[in-house]
C-alpha cells in the first residue's frame, strides 16, 4: 500500500478506516524516518478507535466518518494531505464515488490516494465501478500486480493527482 510514497517534513497524511492498525504501523514505521509529519485517522467505530488510540499514543484518531474529512482537515489545521491511505471497503460502498471525488480536491498537489481490492472481486460489478471511478479522478492511476502475500490476496489501486 505504501510502497513509493515518501514524506517530507511538514506533510500530512490521513487514513481513512484504520481498523485495528495494521496499514497504521506500516504508515507510523515510514513517518519515524522523517521529522514533523502529521496523521491523521478517521475511524467510525468507537471500539477500534479506544484501541488505536492505545497502540499508537502519538496519533491522532477521529471517531466519526470520513464523508466528513474537509471539515476534520479544518479543524485540526492539517495541511493538505500528501498521501490518503485507505483501508475502506469502497468496492461495497455506494459513496465511494463522492468519497473519491472529495478525495481528489483534498489531496496535496502530486500527492496519492491509495486503496485495495481482493483479486476474486476483480470481476464483479463493484470492483469494476471502483476502478472507472478511480481512473475518472486521478490523471494518473496505477494498479499494482495481485499481493499473494495477503490473505485474501489482493492489489493496490494507486490514483495520483497532478503536480507536485
Ligand atoms: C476492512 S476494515 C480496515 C482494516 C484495517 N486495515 C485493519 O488493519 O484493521 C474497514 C474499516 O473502515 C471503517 N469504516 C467503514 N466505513 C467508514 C466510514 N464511512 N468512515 C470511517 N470509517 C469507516 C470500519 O469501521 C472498519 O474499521
Redesign the pocket.
Known amino acids: 500500500m505504501l510502497r513509493g510514497l515518501e514524506f517530507a517534513p511538514g506533510d500530512s497524511v490521513i487514513e481513512?478506516?484504520?481498523?485495528?492498525?495494521?496499514?497504521?504501523k506500516a504508515i507510523v514505521e515510514r513517518m519515524r524516518a522523517v521529522p514533523n509529519v502529521h496523521y491523521l485517522g478517521?475511524?467510525?467505530?468507537p471500539g477500534?478507535c479506544n484501541v488505536l488510540r492505545e497502540r499508537f499514543p502519538d496519533l491522532i484518531f477521529e471517531n466519526?466518518?470520513?464523508?466528513d474529512v474537509e471539515k476534520l482537515i479544518k479543524m485540526h489545521g492539517l495541511r493538505k494531505p500528501i498521501a490518503v491511505i485507505s483501508?475502506?471497503?469502497l468496492v461495497v460502498?455506494p459513496?465511494a464515488g463522492s468519497?473519491i471525488k472529495t478525495v481528489s480536491k483534498i489531496l496535496a498537489d502530486g500527492g496519492s490516494f491509495r486503496t485495495f481490492s481482493y483479486v476474486h472481486a476483480y470481476p464483479t460489478p463493484g470492483a469494476g465501478r471502483l476502478r472507472a471511478l478511480m481512473r475518472e479522478a486521478f490523471p494518473k492511476f496505477e494498479i499494482s500486480p495481485f499481493v499473494i502475500r495477503n490473505m485474501p490476496p489482493a492489489m493496490v489501486l494507486k490514483g495520483f493527482k497532478a503536480g507536485g
Open positions: 481513512y478506516g484504520p481498523g485495528t492498525g495494521s496499514f497504521t478517521i475511524e467510525r467505530d477500534f466519526g466518518q470520513v464523508e483501508g475502506l471497503p460502498m459513496s468519497i
